[in-house]
C-alpha cells in the first residue's frame, strides 16, 4: 500500500475530481449505465458530506468523442462541438444521480443554453460552491480543440482548487501500462516535467503545464479503490500525486 503523508495530514475544503465519460459506461460498451453513474455519486457524496467542497468535470467519450469523429473524416470543430454535447448530457445523468441522494447541485455549461443549465461565471460557480452545492462543469471550456482535461485543470485553477483528483482504471502512474507488464512500477509522486518528458498518458500535455504553471496537484487514483474516493481523499490507499 502507497500512502502519501502530505495528502493524509491535509483537509482539503475545495477539490475538482476529473471523471471519463468511459467511467460511466459500466459493463456496457457505449453510453450510461445507470447503476454505475449511482455507484459514483455515492463516492461523491460521501466525500460532500465530509464537508469538502466539490466540483466536477465528466468527459464525453462514452457517447462522442470529438477526436475519433474528426478521424473518421468529420470536420474536427463540429465532431468537438458534438463531444461538448456528450459531455452536458452525462452531467444531466450525474446530477439526477447526486439529487436522488439529496445533494444539491448546479449543471454549468460552457455553452449557453438556459433551458437545460447555467451558463458559466466564475463568481456565480464561486458562491455555489460557497453554498455546499456540487458544481457540475459541462461543455469543455466551450471551444474546439481543447480536451475536458484542459477543461477540467482551468476549471480548478479559476475555482481555487486545492487538488484535481482525476479517477482512472488504474491507481496511479506507471512507468509503462501496467495492463501489460506486471513489473510496471508505480510512482508515489511523479514531477509535471517528468510526465510531459516521458510522454506518460496521464493527462494531455496541455493540462499538465497548466497545472504546473500554477502548482496544482493532481492525484490520480482508480475509480474501483478499495476505500472508494472518499478513502483517497483521506489518504488512505494507493495513488499518485503529480506536483512540482
Known amino acids: 500500500m502507497i500512502e502519501n503523508n502530505r495528502i493524509q495530514k491535509k483537509i482539503?475544503?475545495?477539490?475538482?475530481?476529473?471523471?471519463s465519460g468511459e467511467a460511466l459506461m459500466g459493463p456496457n460498451g457505449y453510453?450510461?449505465?445507470?447503476?454505475?453513474?449511482?455507484?459514483?455519486?455515492?463516492?461523491i457524496s460521501q466525500v460532500h458530506h465530509l464537508g469538502v467542497q466539490v466540483c466536477l468535470?465528466?468527459?464525453?467519450?462514452?457517447?462522442?468523442?470529438?477526436?475519433?469523429?474528426?478521424?473518421?473524416?468529420?470536420e474536427r470543430t463540429t465532431a468537438d462541438y458534438m463531444g461538448m454535447l456528450a459531455t452536458v448530457m452525462n452531467a444531466l445523468a450525474m446530477q439526477s444521480a447526486l439529487e436522488e441522494l439529496?445533494?444539491?447541485?448546479?449543471?454549468?455549461?460552457?455553452?449557453p443554453?438556459?433551458?437545460?443549465?447555467?451558463?458559466?461565471?466564475r463568481r456565480r460557480a464561486v458562491r455555489h460552491l460557497e453554498k455546499k452545492r456540487v458544481v457540475i462543469f459541462a461543455a469543455g471550456t466551450g471551444n474546439p480543440y481543447?480536451?475536458?482535461?484542459?477543461?477540467?485543470?482551468?476549471?480548478?485553477?479559476?475555482?481555487?482548487?486545492?487538488?484535481?483528483?482525476?479517477?482512472t482504471q488504474v491507481d496511479g502512474v506507471y512507468d509503462s501500462d501496467p495492463k501489460i507488464?506486471?513489473?510496471?512500477?508505480?510512482?508515489?509522486?511523479?514531477?509535471?516535467?517528468?510526465i510531459l518528458q516521458k510522454n506518460l498518458k496521464v493527462m494531455d500535455a496541455s493540462a499538465i503545464a497548466l497545472a504546473r504553471d500554477n502548482k496544482l496537484p493532481i492525484v490520480v487514483?482508480?475509480?474501483?479503490?478499495?476505500?472508494?474516493?472518499?478513502g483517497i481523499i483521506q489518504g488512505k490507499g494507493q495513488f499518485t500525486v503529480v506536483e512540482l
Not at 482539503?12 to 471523471?19: A, E, G, Q, T
Not at 481543447?146 to 479517477?167: P, Q, S, V
Open 57 to 74: 468535470v465528466i468527459g464525453g467519450g462514452n457517447i462522442f468523442r470529438g477526436l475519433q469523429g474528426s478521424a473518421q473524416g468529420m
Open 181 to 194: 507488464n506486471s513489473n510496471a512500477k508505480q510512482y508515489k509522486t511523479i514531477s509535471y516535467d517528468t
Open 31 to 43: 453510453g450510461l449505465h445507470p447503476p454505475t453513474v449511482e455507484k459514483i455519486a455515492l463516492q
Open 113 to 121: 443554453m438556459d433551458q437545460i443549465c447555467e451558463p458559466y461565471i
Open 102 to 111: 439529496t445533494v444539491f447541485t448546479r449543471v454549468i455549461s460552457a455553452i
Open 146 to 167: 481543447f480536451t475536458t482535461d484542459t477543461a477540467a485543470t482551468l476549471r480548478a485553477t479559476e475555482m481555487k482548487c486545492e487538488a484535481i483528483f482525476k479517477g
Open 221 to 230: 487514483f482508480s475509480l474501483s479503490a478499495p476505500n472508494g474516493l472518499l
Open 12 to 19: 482539503y475544503s475545495r477539490v475538482l475530481i476529473k471523471i
